[in-house]
């Protein structure tokens, strides 16, 4: 079955053995995010410059522009690898639920990935919506993708149900409200409880949405 990619999926999520050279490049993908999001903590998205970032870690602005097309890309390349480990999910919905339902099931399945408040994928999604949430420019790139997102995933959804389009597009508009809810959640419950479970406060968001 053919994958449907509704997020960019950053180049450090490997699909299998990788040579010495695709081991360079994540490592120069991570490097320069990392950069960023250091830079942008300390001065601001505003203030830094690509120029700057790419001194930082080591690489040219040729290179940096070959990893990322802006300053913002780069910073968010964790938040766009939630999403994507949310997308991988997408193919597989389960038909025989209401399309609401088999989205739920999905994005269930998917945070198992950040099941561990204390493992690297926790640590760096929290890093980057930390940022996101005092950096207007982060939040405004956020939101010029997230008519293609919706439409991407109204058009998977479509694929897999044969519902009314007022059915479908309800059903991926609350489903992913309910999702950032959580997720903004567990940002800032984060900030004075390591232990903060995304996985049990999307469940809870979940229960208080059918409430």
């Known amino acids: 079955m053919t994958r449907i990619e509704v997020f960019p999926v950053p180049s450090d999520l490997p699909v299998g053995p990788l040579g010495l050279r695709e081991r360079r ?5 991570v490097e320069i995010s990392e950069t960023s999001l ?3 903590e300390r001065k601001g998205v505003e203030a830094t410059t690509v120029g700057e970032i790419a001194q930082a ?4 602005q040729r290179t940096f522009f ?3 097309a802006t300053k913002e890309e780069a910073a968010l390349r964790d938040h766009w690898a939630f999403e ?6 997408l193919d597989q919905l389960d038909s025989t639920l209401s399309p609401r339902l088999a989205l739920e099931t999905s994005f269930v399945d998917a945070l ?32 010029r993708e997230s008519v293609r997102r919706t439409a991407a995933l109204v058009d998977a959804v479509s694929k897999r149900f044969d519902c009314s389009d007022l059915q479908i597009r309800l059903a991926v508009d609350v489903s992913v409200a309910v999702l950032r809810a959580a997720l903004e959640t567990w940002v800032d419950r984060s900030s004075t409880d ?3 479970s995304l996985p049990e406060i999307y469940s809870s968001a979940r229960g208080l949405a059918r409430a």
């Open 38 to 40: 250091t830079l942008f």
């Open 66 to 68: 070959r990893y990322f």
């Open 194 to 196: 390591e232990t903060a």
């Open 112 to 143: 198992v990935t950040y099941a561990d408040s204390s493992s690297t994928p926790c640590r760096r999604l929290l890093r980057v919506n930390r940022l996101i949430k005092k950096e207007p420019a982060l939040r405004a790139v956020l939101a």
């Open 57 to 60: 870690a080591g690489v040219s």
């Open 25 to 29: 490049r994540e490592q120069t993908n």
């Open 84 to 89: 994507a480990v949310v997308a991988s999910r």
